[in-house]
C-alpha cells in the first residue's frame, strides 16, 4: 500500500503509511474509550456504587497503571513495541467480554472492579492505550523527525479526542435503539462498543512495521544531563497530575450529583467535550510550528485554568457544560505537544522509558485524586475539588514554563 503525492496533513512526511495506521488504531480504541467515559461511572452510580467506592477504584485502576508503564515502557525500547501495544487490545477485548457475559445483564461488583482496575475503564485516557501508552509514544517517534514531532503528536491526541466524542455519544443508543432504554441492555451495547473499537484496533497494528531499537553507546555526560531533564519533569508533571485527578474522573458523577441528569444528557456534554478538545489538538499543530512547544502548552493549560475555577460556579447545567467542554478541549489540546517534548529530552533509546516517566510522574499523584474528590462529594463540596485544581494547575504552568522555556530553541 503506497500514497503518491501529497496527502492532507501528511504532506511532509516521506513514508506517511506507518503514522496513518497507528492513528487509525488509535481512534478505533478511542471510540469505546469515549462510550466508557460516558457510561461507565453512571454505571457503577446506578448499581448502588457510593462516591468513596467510586473514587476508590478508580483510583486502584491508576495504581495498577501505573506499575504497568513502569515495565512496559523500557521493555518496549528492547524488545519492539507491536507485541506490548497489540496485547493492550487484546486485554480491552477481554475485559469488555468480561462485563458482557454476565447474568441478567448487569455486571457484579466483582466484575465491575477487576475491569475497572486491570482495563482502566473510566478513566477516560483520550484515545491513549492507558498503561501501554508509552509504548504508543515512542512507536510514533520512531517514525517521525524530531522537527515536525510536536505537531504529528498533536494530530494524533486529535483522532484520540474525535473518536471519544463518537463513543460517547453512546449514551443516546436508547433514542436510535429503543430496546437499549432497558439500563442493562445498554451496558451491554457500551460493552459491544468497546470489543469492536479494541478488534479493529489489533488489525490495524499488525499492518505497522516495528523492531527492537539496536543499542548503541551512551556518553556518561549525554545520560547525566538527560537525567535531570527527566528528574525536572517528573516533579513538574506531579503538580499536574493531582490537579486533573480531584476532578476530572469524576465529571460525570459530578454533572448527575450537582444537577441530576442521566446519561443521555451527560454523553452529550462529554462528547462535545472530546470533540472540542479534538479541534484545539488540531489548531496546536501548526501553533507548535510557528510559536513553539512551550508556549502553546502554557496558553492552553492557562485558559483550563480559569475554565475550571468558572465549572462549579455556573448556576445551570448548560452553563456548567460550556465550561467544561472550553476547559477539556483548552487542557486536553495540549496533550501531543507535552507527549512530545517529553520524548525529545532523551536519545532514541530511552523513548520508552521517558514516556513511561511522562505518564508515571502524573499517575502517581492522580491516584490520589479521586479519592480526595470523591470525598469532598460526598460531604457536599461540590466546589472544592476544581479550586484545589485549579490552585495546582497555576503551580505545575509556573514550573513547566521556569523548568523548559528554553527547549523550542533546541529543536
Known amino acids: 500500500m503506497t500514497f503518491q503525492g501529497r496527502l492532507p496533513f501528511f504532506g511532509d512526511l516521506p513514508s506517511p503509511r506507518p503514522v496513518i ?11 469505546g474509550q469515549g462510550a466508557l467515559a460516558a457510561n461507565f461511572i453512571l454505571e457503577l452510580k446506578r448499581v448502588g456504587w457510593s462516591a468513596p467506592a467510586i473514587g476508590a ?7 495498577f497503571s501505573i506499575a504497568a508503564t513502569l515495565l512496559l ?7 519492539g513495541r507491536k507485541p506490548f501495544l497489540a496485547g493492550y487490545e487484546i486485554l480491552q477485548f477481554l475485559c469488555a467480554l468480561g462485563g458482557l457475559l454476565t447474568e441478567n445483564g448487569s455486571p457484579s461488583n466483582l466484575v465491575l472492579t477487576l475491569i475497572a482496575v486491570v482495563g482502566g475503564f473510566g478513566q477516560a485516557t483520550g484515545g491513549g492505550a492507558g498503561a501501554f501508552s508509552p509504548v504508543e509514544q515512542s512507536w510514533l517517534s520512531r517514525l517521525l523527525p524530531d522537527t515536525l514531532r510536536s505537531h504529528y503528536f498533536s494530530l494524533n491526541t486529535a483522532t484520540g479526542f474525535f473518536g471519544m ?8 443508543y436508547p433514542r436510535f435503539f429503543p430496546s437499549l432504554g432497558n439500563p442493562n441492555l445498554l451496558a451491554r451495547g457500551v460493552f459491544l462498543t468497546v470489543m469492536a473499537g479494541a478488534l479493529l484496533a489489533l488489525i490495524l497494528l499488525l499492518f505497522v512495521p516495528d523492531a527492537p ?8 555526560k549525554t545520560l547525566k544531563d538527560e537525567w535531570v531533564l527527566l528528574r525536572t519533569l517528573i516533579g513538574v508533571n506531579s503538580l499536574n497530575g493531582l490537579s486533573l485527578g480531584l476532578y476530572a474522573p469524576l465529571m460525570a458523577y459530578w454533572f448527575s450529583l450537582r444537577f441530576g441528569r442521566g446519561p443521555g444528557s451527560i ?7 472530546y470533540l472540542l478538545a479534538g479541534i484545539f489538538s488540531l489548531a496546536s499543530a501548526p501553533l507548535t510550528r510557528r510559536f513553539g512547544t512551550v508556549r502553546t502548552v502554557i496558553a492552553g493549560r492557562g485558559a483550563g485554568l480559569v475554565f475550571t475555577l468558572l465549572i462549579p460556579l455556573m448556576p445551570t447545567f448548560s452553563l456548567a457544560v460550556l465550561a467544561h467542554l472550553l476547559r477539556v478541549a483548552s487542557n486536553q489540546g495540549t496533550i501531543g ?4 517534548l517529553s520524548v525529545s529530552l532523551v536519545g532514541e533509546g530511552r523513548r520508552g522509558l521517558a514516556a513511561s516517566l511522562h505518564n508515571v510522574s502524573m499517575q502517581i499523584p492522580q491516584s490520589i485524586g479521586p479519592t480526595l474528590g470523591a470525598a469532598l462529594l460526598s460531604h457536599k463540596m461540590t466546589g472544592m475539588p476544581f479550586f484545589l485544581g485549579a490552585l495546582l494547575q497555576g503551580g505545575y504552568l509556573f514550573f513547566y514554563y521556569r523548568a523548559f522555556e528554553g527547549f523550542d530553541r533546541k529543536v
Open 267 to 273: 454523553g452529550l456534554a462529554m462528547a462535545g467535550g
Open 57 to 63: 477504584v478508580l483510583s486502584g485502576g491508576i495504581i
Open 337 to 340: 505537544p507535552r507527549q512530545a
Open 165 to 172: 466524542a463518537l463513543g460517547a455519544l453512546s449514551g443516546l
Open 213 to 220: 531499537h539496536s543499542p548503541t553507546v551512551i556518553l556518561d
Open 21 to 31: 495506521l497507528l492513528m487509525g488504531a488509535r481512534t478505533a480504541r478511542s471510540v
Open 73 to 79: 515502557g523500557p521493555a518496549s525500547d528492547r524488545y
